[in-house]
């Protein structure tokens, strides 16, 4: 019993700072998204081969959630874009109190931005328990992982405002039932928006920009 | 303080019930080995293209972790394999009292078996920190993931005994720098065997189980 206790203290917490994150996002009109996904989906590959856009359109933060190296802000930051880099050492996740540290420490002003991507921890299960305050959660699936991951691990796609299918290139290579691996997600998230992508050659990342203007426009409109 | 002290109480009486575990596989000469990685990388199709080999060489059990569904255990009884399923819910990996109730609530008795394939959930992070009283601890990776993972997500590889790089088939098809890959392993668990695999193709996977059946060796002969 003191052990959930604790836990529930502990998220109720996580839960305010969010909460008090998303009004300075709301304040400063930055549109917040959380970038979640296994390990290696392609979720720093997705900013990549959309950085020239994303420049042109916003000026753009990425904060990048790792458990050890900067191996990923450098790759962001070699495209143009700004980044700072989170290490959360053991943690699984990203929480809504590094987030607000590591904006703290880096001293930038939220009004000096439109758009505030987070990506976090290569993780299909952990992220999806902790709020960070953003505007909207993004589920990144890729070909290799097989088509049966949204009837899995569920939890991380309830909550989904958008889930993209990456690596369609090899779906030719691979032995994948797209109709089925959507027909999941269907199923966990139906509202939720649905993009194919191909961080490696940019195909359908055009439809991706489209949705992400779409969001800015109805946060600017509120 | 109180969260930390509970979360130590938490942990001993997890790596109590581990040791617990370790001495029952012991009395029963039960070769545990606890495979772990990101969803996707091929846990149990490993299991599937080896089944006919592990089924010639031992009387195999094999426990199948997962948020939801029984897809996996389903995919392993299908190649002939005796497959128990733990559904953990919430749960981002195994712990040993999952695996105890499992054992318990089935009635399996140990002695019938040679080896235990215990299939984590797919996870690159939190199944590290638990213990299962396994004797190998086998980190499978996969080239869709990216060569950096060992460098990203080193608390998976402090302690394996064996690493796996699984879909080599797919080498040609992507950009993954293999070399960079082994040495980001041996920079993390030096002592680690290290193969390369194929799970389409079965490539590679009879060193593993000359590999596995040394294990198995070492352990009766202690």
């Not at 002003?109 to 505007?135: K, R, S, T």
Request: net charge neutral; charged share 25%; glycine share 6%.
């Amino acid at each position: 019993m003191k052990q959930i206790e604790v836990q529930q203290k502990v998220l109720k917490r996580h839960q305010d700072i969010a909460q008090h994150l998303r009004g300075r996002f709301d304040k400063a009109s930055l549109l917040a998204i959380n970038i979640m996904g296994s390990p290696g989906c392609g979720k720093t590959a997705l900013l990549e081969v959309t950085a020239k856009e994303l420049a042109n359109r916003y000026r753009t933060l990425v904060l990048e959630g790792d458990l050890q190296t900067d191996n990923d802000a450098k790759r962001v930051r070699a495209v143009g874009l700004k980044a700072l880099q989170i290490n959360t050492n053991q943690a699984c996740h990203l929480d809504a109190l590094m987030v607000e540290r590591a904006l703290a420490d880096s001293k930038v002003n939220l009004d000096d931005f439109d758009l505030l991507v987070i990506e976090n921890v290569g993780n299909l299960v952990c992220p999806a328990g902790f709020p960070l305050g953003e505007h909207c959660r993004i589920v990144l699936c890729s070909v290799p992982e097989g088509f049966d991951k949204p009837a899995k691990y569920p939890r991380m796609f309830y909550k989904a405002d958008c889930v993209l299918l990456n690596k369609i290139d090899l779906l030719d290579v691979l032995d994948f039932d797209k109709d089925a691996f959507w027909q999941f997600v269907k199923q966990v998230a139906p509202k939720a928006a649905r993009f194919e992508i191909s961080c490696k050659t940019g195909q359908g990342t055009d439809a991706w920009l489209d949705w992400l203007n779409q969001q800015r426009t109805n946060l600017l409109g509120k």
